[in-house]
């Protein structure tokens, strides 16, 4: 088992920034990729972005340039650093847990899913 932990999430204005963390516990081991999900109301769950443990990324184009996953193998943390902020980036955001190989954004392939926090972005 894996467990997720999110925190990091709040309000923030226009073009501000937010860092998303994640805390894994359990048998991390058993990760092989990481991502951030966020589901907004009324709309479905989208992958903002993953990262494998040899670091490859993959970011949605709609985030690209502003999102940055990154990761700390050793503390078991994965970041979502976001800049530049937008209305439409607020949403519930979720870390979530692969355990089998080949990096992607498309979230049932994850296994194991944190509670979310919440981001939002005042105009």
């Known amino acids: 088992q894996v467990r997720l932990v999110e925190f990091g999430g709040g309000s923030v204005q226009y073009g501000g920034s937010l860092r998303l963390s994640c805390e894994a516990s359990g048998h991390t081991d058993h990760i092989y990729n990481m991502g951030w999900f966020r589901q907004a109301p009324g709309k479905p769950r989208e992958g903002v972005a993953a990262i494998d443990s040899y670091g490859s990324t993959s970011e949605a184009q709609l985030v690209e340039g502003r999102f940055t996953i990154s990761q700390d193998k050793a503390k078991n943390m994965v970041y979502l650093q976001m800049n530049n902020l937008k209305p439409e980036d607020t949403a519930m955001y979720y870390c979530?847990?692969?355990?089998?190989?080949?990096?992607?954004?498309?979230?049932?392939?994850?296994?194991?899913w944190g509670q979310g926090t919440q981001v939002t972005v005042s105009s």
């Open positions: 979530a847990a692969k355990t089998t190989f080949g990096l992607t954004r498309l979230d049932v392939l994850y296994n194991y």
